[in-house]
């Protein structure tokens, strides 16, 4: 992934809501990392207590609470850079009405019809940025979207490219007429199945002087499903470098109540299932790997998985099952601690999660 940004002249600010492990931050940091997303903040009160420095809040910040988190924040430590988005006036006056020590930065979120937050038409877009402009705790940095709310589809991306089209648009109207608080702006968008469309956004360097940040979290571990169908560098695009799935589930099989049915210990507690069941990637019996025709999750209880299996005897009870997910952002929050291993599946690190 750091090589696509530094092959596209954009930088990356991965989205920590996906693993909320403050040990993978750092190895994202450490990566190249610009800074680290999160969604609210509570996520970005875990990150600073763990030493991200740069934080980007993709989310409106309306709650009194939290906008005083913002600004003790910004008081207490120098060193913090934080930025939040906006998408109304109301939302720029509260803000603002915080009187942070230092001005709390915002990005204006351009948004898709019928979907989630986000200015919808061109000129209450400028209108907010306008208000940003005047406010005098709050300092306007910059235009973002979110295109990822068009579904996990690629033929979605005439409509990510229309709503890219708005974010230059603004990011031009208040260039020309010196909106912004900072000599560069930035341009942010990127889930983890567009980005490399959202990347087209440093085209408009040759216009302004912009900064362009993408926010892919899920190329960390990748998956065996969503992802791997639908991501720019997933094999299944063709991607000549793809990205492999990192991921995985391992359950016993509990039992095998019927010809070519076994009934594995884990379940919705234990994988994400909204976008996907997971998938059987392998069976072993005391270490050996057994020989499957196929083998498919069909459904899940709280802490059981129903999969049909051929040969119908193929499983017995105390197999190991290894499995793949699909959509990691659903994966993490479900344990307090991974185990991270090396090909030979020897345990390097324990990973803990802090949701």
Not at 27 to 40: K, M, P, R, S, V
Not at 93 to 118: H, N, S
Not at 181 to 207: C, K, P
């Amino acid at each position: 992934m750091t090589r696509f940004c530094g092959e596209h002249g954009v930088a990356l600010a991965p989205h920590g809501k996906t693993t909320m492990a403050p040990q993978l931050f750092a190895d994202q940091l450490a990566a190249g990392a610009w800074g680290i997303t999160a969604a609210t903040v509570g996520q970005a009160q875990v990150m600073a207590r763990f030493g991200v420095r740069r934080i980007l809040i993709a989310n409106e910040v309306v709650d009194r609470q939290a906008i005083r988190w913002l600004a003790e924040a910004l008081a207490r430590q120098p060193s913090l850079d934080l930025y939040c988005l906006v998408d109304s006036v109301a939302g720029v006056e509260a803000l603002d009405a915080a009187q942070a020590a230092r001005p709390i930065k915002v990005l204006v979120e351009i948004g898709i019809a019928d979907r989630r937050g986000g200015l919808r038409q061109s000129t209450p877009a400028l209108e907010v940025l306008e208000a940003a402009a005047r406010a005098r705790h709050v300092e306007p940095v910059g235009v973002e979207c979110f295109e990822g709310v068009v579904g996990a589809d690629r033929d979605g991306v005439p409509a990510v490219e229309e709503a890219l089209g708005r974010v230059t648009e603004l990011a031009l109207a208040g260039t020309r007429r010196g909106l912004f608080g900072t000599e560069r702006v930035l341009l942010s968008a990127g889930g983890s199945v567009f980005f490399d469309v959202a990347a087209q956004l440093a085209g408009v360097a040759s216009s302004a002087p912009v900064d362009v940040v993408l926010r892919s979290g899920c190329y960390l571990t990748h998956d065996d499903g969503m992802y791997e169908a639908a991501s720019p560098l997933g094999r299944a695009q063709g991607a000549s470098d793809p990205l492999l799935s990192a991921l995985e589930l391992w359950t016993d099989v509990l039992s095998c109540p019927e010809p070519g049915r076994a009934i594995a210990g884990a379940g919705r507690r234990d994988a994400p299932y909204d976008a996907g069941l997971p998938t059987v990637l392998g069976a072993f019996r005391g270490g050996e790997a057994i020989a499957l025709d196929s083998a498919t999750v069909t459904e899940l209880n709280d802490q059981h998985a129903f999969v049909t299996v051929a040969p119908a005897d193929a499983l017995r009870a105390g197999d190991l099952l290894r499995l793949g997910i699909s959509h990691p952002c659903g994966a993490f929050d479900r344990w307090r601690t991974l185990l991270e291993v090396d090909a030979d599946y020897t345990v390097t690190r324990a990973i803990r999660t802090f949701f």
